[in-house]
């Protein structure tokens, strides 16, 4: 019947039970019953339904996504199982009863969150297929310049960015989630008025390189003296910086010397320059 399985044992009748016209035998035989499990997949391949599994067996059902899929849900009989523990598989043991299992994949895909202090930046992207590529923009508020920014809490090296009043970082192959944070400040600004040495007379045309390090390898913005002299920054953001010439006016030699200066939001640090004429 179903659910049974057929017994092949063989059974011997004998001859003398047989005592003439209608005589009844009975014969006692054992009742072997089978069970059923049954597959299903979403996005994705699974093993086959197999049947008729004997009372105590063992079946083992494989599966594994699309391409671009991830696991999801394992449904065991409507019940949730750990997806860390059977991630390509699930093996019903001493089986005595019917099973059904159920896989379920999903596309995988991954998040970037976004935060921006005193500008504006990309919205958060979501649900982005694994490989593809983002770019977060970013822009600051008036009267703000990029001050740091950090990538799944590391520090991005923006020092020779310190100027800039726009920020943007392209995540490419991306195959988890992100989180991008840009930081804008106030700015701060260097002066200085340069004047020969010898004559104490404004020099128009030296050029004045700020730097963000103090071997002055990573610039961050440039001044040009004008017909006074005088010369002021672009916006820098608050923090250390190093001055030096870097070009000396026709007539004049450089002046080497580095000057370390620190510029707070919303002021203006002065600085004395001064240059000696070539004789």
Not at 185 to 207: D, F, M, Q, R, W
Not at 234 to 243: I, R
Request: aromatic share 8%; net charge neutral; hydrophobic share 35%.
């Amino acid at each position: 019947p179903d659910g049974y399985k057929l017994d092949t044992s063989v059974y011997t009748i004998a001859s003398n039970a047989l005592t003439g016209n209608g005589a009844t035998v009975t014969v006692n035989v054992k009742d072997v019953p089978t069970y059923d499990i049954t597959t299903e997949v979403v996005n994705g391949t699974i093993s086959n339904s197999v049947y008729n599994v004997d009372a105590g067996g063992k079946v083992t059902i494989s599966y594994q996504p699309k391409d671009g899929y991830r696991l999801k849900t394992i449904m065991v009989d409507g019940v949730a199982v750990s997806i860390n523990g059977y991630p390509s598989s699930y093996t019903f043991s001493n089986i005595n009863a019917n099973h059904h299992i159920k896989v379920v994949y999903e596309r995988a895909t991954a998040n970037i969150t976004t935060e921006v202090v005193n500008g504006t930046i990309t919205e958060n992207q979501n649900d982005i297929p694994l490989g593809e590529n983002r770019t977060i923009s970013s822009k600051a508020n008036s009267g703000y310049v990029l001050q740091s920014v950090t990538i799944d809490g590391i520090a991005v090296d923006v020092k020779a960015l310190l100027a800039a009043t726009d920020y943007s970082y392209l995540f490419s192959d991306i195959q988890e989630n992100h989180h991008i944070k840009v930081v804008y400040a106030a700015k701060g600004y260097v002066e200085l008025t340069k004047t020969g040495t010898t004559s104490g007379k404004p020099v128009k045309g030296a050029v004045f390189t700020i730097y963000a390090d103090s071997t002055c390898t990573k610039a961050v913005a440039t001044m040009t003296t004008n017909a006074n002299g005088y010369a002021k920054s672009t916006g820098l953001a608050p923090g250390n910086y190093w001055v030096k010439e870097t070009t000396a006016p026709v007539g004049y030699a450089i002046n080497t010397s580095v000057v370390s200066v620190t510029v707070k939001g919303g002021q203006t640090y002065s600085i004395a320059g001064s240059s000696v004429k070539n004789q």
